[in-house]
């Protein structure tokens, strides 16, 4: 919020920017953070998601304050993203099943 000061970053920009550049924050803190560290804690994927989340809004008031023709363009790269990001978590979860045409004696 200190980027409003005279001659720096105007409001409008300056507070969706601090949304996508803390949501990229949380989200490199999701890669980071060791596995099972925290019993309690939240999962690496759910505060990588809740990180990109906030870090894609960011990114779309930004464009919808700013440049709005670029807001549909916007919206589909972020879709896509978002669908490569799930095929990815999928195949990373898949585990081959036993093959059920393996006669047991």
Not at 13 to 30: S, V
Not at 41 to 56: F, H, I, N, T
Request: hydrophobic share 55%; proline share 10%.
């Amino acid at each position: 919020m200190l980027s409003y000061l005279p001659g720096g970053i105007p409001l409008a920009a300056g507070f969706p920017l601090t949304f996508a550049i803390f949501g990229a924050w949380i989200a490199l803190l999701g890669i980071v953070i060791p596995p099972g560290s925290n019993p309690y804690g939240a999962p690496r994927s759910m505060v990588m998601g809740w990180g990109a989340l906030l870090a894609g809004l960011g990114v779309l008031w930004y464009v919808g304050f700013n440049a709005t023709e670029f807001l549909p363009v916007t919206f589909a790269v972020l879709i896509i993203i978002t669908g490569i990001a799930a095929v990815g978590y999928s195949l990373m979860r898949a585990q081959p099943k036993p093959s059920a045409a393996v006669a047991k004696p």
